[in-house]
């Protein structure tokens, strides 16, 4: 069986993960955010909902340091609760970064439209009051291609050039803060709440989500195979992300609301774009809308790559077609992966933004119970198979992430919340990808299981099969 040619190494897993969390239209769409919550609502509303993500991430870390495997969620909940809950957890993920993947295909092309009112051509159609045009999709299906090319020939090419893009954005954003560190003034920050508000009440009202904005750190572990990284170091990348893209996050607002009034960048169409060009920084503002641009395209090639990885760890259990599963033997890449990870991104995506809006919002639900089984698997894994040692012991705190995780199931689903699905199209979509997903459940054909974990688990199978036949393991030699 050939698996991933281990070819990343510690800083380009580190890049791919906070690359997966960091997205693009936070950047502009903050002021909107600063009119509902105020500055500190978001701000601080942000830095807890990523200490409530950093809590999940522990239960990540002592799975991933168990297990490095590729498409690690759906390696971790087969080996602690079986095939069907293995099966959703890969089908929830695919649903998640896919609804992100295809939004990009037609957001680039739209972002490029703000700077560039000239990139435009024929309005192919109209989907939730939201047109597609030719030239955005076309621009839009060239990135994928360029992105699924980078993937065919390895992952060595990707990790190169997501570490680059990745030290851009760090670097652009790092200049953002220190600007408005010597240029700007509290007093555009303090008081960071409206008059007349419960300052504390914004503040938790966005820790939901700030949560939603961590999405995406558990790319850690569906890469772990690729990863060139002993275990216990993955396992630490997997909380690092979280910590670093909460930190970008929350310095890079900050910076928006200490070089310009926060209660004028409010009013503002592009948030810290137009918060900088404000001040007088206007190249500035430039490279405040190249942290969107960098985002967009460091977020999809590490979201699609993660989804291949997914499709390959559930082709291996059988609970995709087997064929899926298939790795070149020389570069290490899963092309059947690939080829059907850029086809179902560029048929969503043709849909428009309008339509994946919807697949966006349905998709925190989705990560949202991942999450949970997440947490359950590593509480459940060491009373099942005691002799498997991690680096890690998370203890309580997963439980607490995961309370926020229901939190925000809670409240997409609830009628009349923030955070509130739309009524009927975001709940036809919920249903119709889940009951699809039982559907090819239901036609898959059921793998033995011995086999399966030998295929998902490849080395690490003789160190489960060491607790099944009660003789003694020790999981760390040579892997910790």
């Given at each position: 069986?050939?698996?991933?040619?281990?070819?990343?190494?510690?800083?380009?897993?580190l890049?791919l993960?906070?690359?997966?969390?960091?997205?693009?239209?936070?950047i502009?769409?903050?002021?909107?955010?600063?009119?509902?919550?105020?500055?500190?609502?978001m701000?601080?509303g942000?830095?807890?909902?990523?200490?409530?993500?950093?809590?999940?991430?522990?239960?990540y870390?002592?799975?991933?340091?168990?297990?490095?495997?590729?498409?690690?969620?759906?390696?971790?909940?087969?080996?602690?609760?079986?095939?069907?809950?293995?099966?959703?957890?890969?089908?929830f993920?695919?649903?998640?970064?896919?609804?992100?993947?295809a939004?990009?295909?037609?957001a680039?092309?739209?972002?490029?439209?703000?700077?560039?009112?000239?990139?435009?051509?024929?309005q192919?159609?109209?989907i939730?009051?939201?047109?597609?045009?030719?030239?955005?999709?076309?621009?839009?299906v060239?990135?994928?291609?360029?992105?699924a090319?980078?993937?065919?020939?390895?992952?060595?090419?990707?990790?190169q050039?997501?570490t680059?893009?990745?030290?851009?954005?760090?670097?652009?954003?790092?200049?953002?803060?220190?600007?408005?560190?010597?240029?700007?003034?509290?007093?555009?920050?303090?008081?960071?709440?409206?008059?007349?508000?419960?300052?504390?009440?914004?503040?938790?009202?966005?820790?939901?989500?700030g949560?939603?904005?961590?999405?995406?750190?558990?790319?850690?572990a569906?890469?772990?195979?690729d990863?060139?990284?002993p275990?216990?170091?993955?396992?630490?990348?997997?909380?690092?992300?979280?910590?670093?893209a909460?930190?970008?996050?929350?310095?890079?607002?900050?910076?928006s609301?200490w070089i310009?009034?926060?209660?004028?960048?409010?009013?503002?169409?592009?948030?810290?774009?137009?918060?900088f060009?404000?001040?007088?920084?206007?190249?500035?503002?430039?490279?405040a809308?190249s942290?969107?641009?960098?985002?967009?395209?460091?977020?999809?090639?590490?979201?699609?790559?993660a989804?291949?990885?997914?499709?390959?760890?559930?082709?291996?259990a059988?609970?995709?077609?087997?064929?899926?599963?298939?790795?070149?033997?020389?570069t290490?890449?899963?092309?059947?992966?690939?080829?059907?990870?850029?086809?179902?991104?560029?048929?969503l995506?043709?849909?428009?933004?309008?339509?994946?809006i919807?697949?966006l919002?349905?998709?925190?639900?989705?990560?949202?119970?991942?999450?949970?089984?997440?947490?359950?698997?590593?509480t459940?894994?060491?009373?099942?198979?005691?002799?498997?040692?991690?680096g890690?012991?998370?203890?309580?705190?997963?439980?607490?992430?995961?309370?926020?995780a229901?939190?925000?199931?809670?409240?997409?689903?609830?009628?009349?919340?923030?955070?509130?699905?739309?009524?009927?199209?975001?709940?036809?979509?919920?249903?119709?990808?889940?009951?699809?997903?039982?559907?090819?459940?239901?036609?898959?054909?059921?793998?033995?299981?011995d086999a399966?974990?030998?295929?998902?688990?490849g080395?690490?199978k003789?160190?489960?099969?060491?607790?099944?036949?009660g003789?003694?393991?020790?999981?760390?030699?040579?892997?910790?």
């Open positions: 069986m050939a698996e991933m040619k281990k070819s990343l190494n510690f800083f380009q897993l890049a993960g906070v690359a997966g969390v960091i997205g693009s239209s936070w502009y769409t903050n002021s909107a955010f600063f009119e509902k919550y105020g500055a500190g609502g701000i601080f942000m830095a807890l909902g990523g200490l409530l993500a950093a809590c999940v991430a522990l239960a870390s002592q799975l991933t340091t168990q297990f490095p495997r590729a498409g690690g969620e759906v390696v971790y909940s087969y080996v602690g609760l079986g095939r069907r809950w293995s099966f959703m957890t890969g089908w993920l695919i649903g998640a970064y896919l609804s992100s993947t939004f990009y295909v037609t680039f092309g739209r972002l490029l439209q703000r700077i560039w009112p000239s990139v435009s051509g024929v192919l159609w109209e939730n009051e939201s047109s597609v045009d030719s030239t955005v999709l076309l621009i839009g060239l990135l994928t291609l360029l992105i090319g980078m993937n065919w020939f390895g992952v060595s090419v990707s990790g050039i997501q680059l893009l990745f030290t851009v954005m760090i670097l652009v954003g790092i200049v953002l803060i220190f600007t408005a560190l010597l240029n700007g003034s509290p007093s555009n920050f303090l008081p960071p709440y409206a008059e007349d508000v419960n300052a504390f009440g914004d503040t938790l009202r966005f820790i939901v989500p949560m939603t904005y961590m999405a995406g750190f558990g790319l850690v569906s890469l772990a195979e990863a060139n990284v275990a216990r170091k993955i396992g630490r990348v997997t909380v690092l992300t979280v910590i670093v909460t930190s970008f996050y929350c310095l890079v607002l900050l910076s609301a310009h009034p926060w209660r004028e960048v409010a009013t503002m169409e592009l948030g810290t774009i137009d918060a060009t404000a001040a007088g920084f206007p190249m500035l503002g430039w490279a809308w942290i969107a641009i960098l985002g967009l395209a460091t977020s999809f090639l590490g979201l699609f790559m989804i291949s990885r997914i499709v390959v760890a559930m082709g291996r059988r609970l995709l077609p087997g064929s899926l599963a298939i790795v070149d033997e020389k290490g890449a899963p092309r059947r992966a690939i080829v059907l990870t850029a086809v179902l991104t560029v048929v995506g043709a849909l428009g933004p309008g339509a994946m919807w697949f919002d349905t998709g925190g639900i989705y990560l949202g119970m991942v999450w949970v089984l997440m947490v359950i698997v590593a459940v894994l060491p009373r099942r198979h005691p002799h498997l040692k991690s890690y012991k998370a203890g309580f705190l997963p439980w607490i992430g995961a309370a926020g229901v939190l925000v199931i809670v409240m997409a689903l609830w009628p009349g919340t923030n955070l509130s699905l739309q009524w009927p199209g975001e709940y036809i979509i919920l249903a119709v990808w889940l009951g699809l997903g039982l559907v090819l459940l239901a036609l898959a054909k059921p793998m033995d299981e399966a974990l030998t295929e998902l688990l080395e690490y003789a160190e489960l099969n060491a607790g099944l036949t003789s003694a393991a020790d999981s760390g030699d040579g892997k910790q």
